[in-house]
T-cell receptor
Framework: SQQGEEDPQALSIQEGENATMNCSYK?????LQWYRQNSGRGLVHLIL?????REKHSGRLRVTLDTSKKSSSLLITASRAADTASYFC????????????FGKGTLLTVNP | DAGVIQSPRHEVTEMGQEVTLRCKPI?????LFWYRQTMMRGLELLIY????????DSGMPEDRFSAKMPNASFSTLKIQPSEPRDSAVYFC????????????FGPGTRLTVL
């Protein structure tokens, strides 16, 4: 069953613009992760934020977590055509840090 | 490191046939996961192993699906008999104990059952 729901389902922007994707989830979590999937490829881990953290940065990525609203956002700054991909949030909850539950993803298209 | 290796990359078979998907995790990783991805249901965890032992197979859809991990460097996911609704991309992922939250995915096997 789906835990995370990404919003929007699809996003199209111009190179150099910022892209923001949101994820909402239903139950309490241990951590929330973001993965990227290029067309026809496997998923690549981008960043992880724990339930006691509110914000995290990695390069051009910024992730926020609001546990009171059960939501997270992923911001990609100064986007590039190479950022074109699907982005998924995934959560772990309960006693397991290994059982990831994925959302359906946001398809980001960055136009050159 | 070569990353997670999956074979075959594409498989086309007819309904009723047995299908075996293969995975070689990253050397030294303690955890191995099998996922299925479809447009309708997204990414679903089927089963995962810790040190070659199945820990949680609650995501395995039916008795037609089985998974094994005979050693630390090899796992199989078998579907017997296959049905058209099994058509999907199947991913294998592995993770090390030290950073067990992070999973490393293989390129996937695209299965088409006619």
């Amino acid at each position: 069953s789906q835990q995370g729901e990404e919003d929007p389902q699809a996003l199209s922007i111009q190179e150099g613009e910022n892209a923001t994707m949101n994820c909402s989830y239903k139950t309490s979590i241990n951590n929330l992760q973001w993965y990227r999937q290029n067309s026809g490829r496997g998923l690549v881990h981008l960043i992880l934020i724990r339930s006691n953290e509110r914000e995290k940065h990695s390069g051009r990525l910024r992730v926020t977590l609001d546990t009171s609203k059960k939501s997270s956002s992923l911001l990609i700054t100064a986007s590039r055509a190479a950022d074109t991909a699907s982005y998924f949030c995934a959560t772990t909850s309960g006693g397991s840090n290994y059982k990831l539950t994925f959302g359906k993803g946001t398809l980001l298209t960055v136009n050159p | 490191d070569a990353g997670v290796i999956q074979s075959p990359r594409h498989e086309v078979t007819e309904m009723g046939q047995e299908v075996t998907l293969r995975c070689k995790p990253i050397s030294g990783h303690d955890y191995l996961f099998w996922y299925r991805q479809t447009m309708m249901r997204g990414l679903e965890l089927l089963i995962y192993f810790n040190n070659n032992v199945p820990i949680d197979d609650s995501g395995m859809p039916e008795d037609r699906f089985s998974a094994k991990m005979p050693n630390a460097s090899f796992s199989t996911l078998k579907i017997q008999p296959s049905e058209p609704r099994d058509s999907a991309v199947y991913f294998c992922a592995s993770s090390p104990l030290e950073t067990r939250d992070t999973q490393y995915f293989g390129p996937g096997t695209r299965l088409t059952v006619l």
